[in-house]
């Protein structure tokens, strides 16, 4: 197993992309706290690895709350004495045209996507510092690329991911912490759904040439990578998992009727 006694927080773990990331990590050895604001989901998540023989803590914890990341990296600590990988994956989206986005939900944007990885990632570096090891995946968006009407508040939430993983990477390289980041494509997940929804003219599997959507297992699965010692000498980069879609020239796809 490559994550054999190892301790991991996944953020933003009750469904989703998060979920398939802590069910990932403990199949391979990992042992595994789920963090979540919806503590409901994040006991199920944790129930889920429990009953398949791996080892789990839920935790309810706001990652753009200070406070709340002391209290889940304190409950970690109590409970495991350790943490060797932190999944930065809590995320959320708010569509709007820039002209109709309010000032309430670029704040909640940015708070949360922004401002909770880099809580998250300064608390556990404290601790990783002293263990001189460490694994930090961030978890950003193809958006970070690219321009989509009413994505401003969230597409520059994941640009800003993307600066804040290199800056670390420079700054803790030092201590043996790798920081790296995972951009997905748009993956089957509640979010996913929500855009499609806001967003009916987005262009589907015709956007992309291995002509799926992704799973959210395609993305734990490059995350699973760079948490394991396969990637000890990878740090600062991002790996996009989008099936193709930034690479297509958009001449080649086909209009949609």
Known sequence: MRLEGQVA??????????????????REGAAVVVDDINPKTARKVAKDINERGGTALSIKADVS??????????????????????????GIIK???????????????????VKGQFLCSKTVAKHMTKQKQGKIINIASIGAHVGAPGSAAYAVSKGGIL???????????????????????????????????????????????????AK????????????????????????IVDGGTLVIHPRMVKPTD
């Open 65 to 90: 709350n200070v406070d709340e990341v002391n209290m889940l990296v304190e409950k970690t600590l109590d409970q495991f004495k350790k943490i060797d990988i932190l999944v930065n994956n809590a």
């Open 216 to 239: 959210p297992e395609d993305i734990a699965d490059a995350v699973l990578f760079l948490a394991s010692s396969e990637s000890d000498y990878v740090t600062g980069q991002e790996i």
């Open 9 to 26: 927080i996944v953020t933003g773990a009750g469904q989703g992309i998060g979920e398939a990331i802590a069910l990932t990590f403990a």
């Open 163 to 213: 600066q804040l993983t290199k800056v670390l990477a420079v700054e803790w390289g030092k201590y043996n912490i790798n920081v790296n980041v995972v951009s997905p494509g748009l993956t089957m997940t509640v979010m996913a759904e929500y855009v499609t929804k806001k967003l009916p003219n987005l262009q589907g599997i015709d956007r992309v040439p291995l002509r799926r959507l």
């Open 95 to 113: 569509i709007a045209p820039v002209l109709e986005l309010t000032e309430a939900d670029w704040d909640d944007v940015i708070d949360v996507n």
